[in-house]
Nanobody
Framework: QVQLVESGGGLVQAGESLRLSCAAS????????MGWYRQAPGKQRELVAT???????NYADSVKGRFTISRDNAKNTAYLQMNSLKPEDTAVYYC?????????WGQGTQVTVSS
């Protein structure tokens, strides 16, 4: 079992930055990938970014060049640095961890970007 706790969401204006954190606990040695997803009202949950244990990353086209995912393996924590935020980035952001074929989710943190 893996438990995930997100933090760092909030209300910002367009163009500003936020950093989200996701602290993992439990069977963290089994985690091979961590990621961030988001869900806006009335929309499906979508992938934002992922990072593998050895550091390779993937990003949604909508956030490339603005968001950066990173991971501190010693602290079992993943981060999402979000720069140049836009109103369309407003959503609940969820941390995700994968162990083999099992996926774990955090409770989500709200990010609201005003124009």
């Amino acid at each position: 079992q893996v438990q995930l706790v997100e933090s760092g969401g909030g209300l910002v204006q367009a163009g500003e930055s936020l950093r989200l954190s996701c602290a993992a606990s439990g069977s963290t040695e089994s985690i091979n990938r961590m990621g961030w997803y988001r869900q806006a009202p009335g929309k499906q949950r979508e992938l934002v970014a992922t990072i593998y244990t050895l550091g390779s990353t993937n990003y949604a086209d909508s956030v490339k060049g603005r968001f950066t995912i990173s991971r501190d393996n010693a602290k079992n924590t993943a981060y999402l640095q979000m720069n140049s935020l836009k109103p369309e980035d407003t959503a609940v952001y969820y941390c995700n961890a994968r162990t083999g074929v099992t996926y774990y989710w955090g409770q989500g943190t709200q990010v609201t970007v005003s124009s």
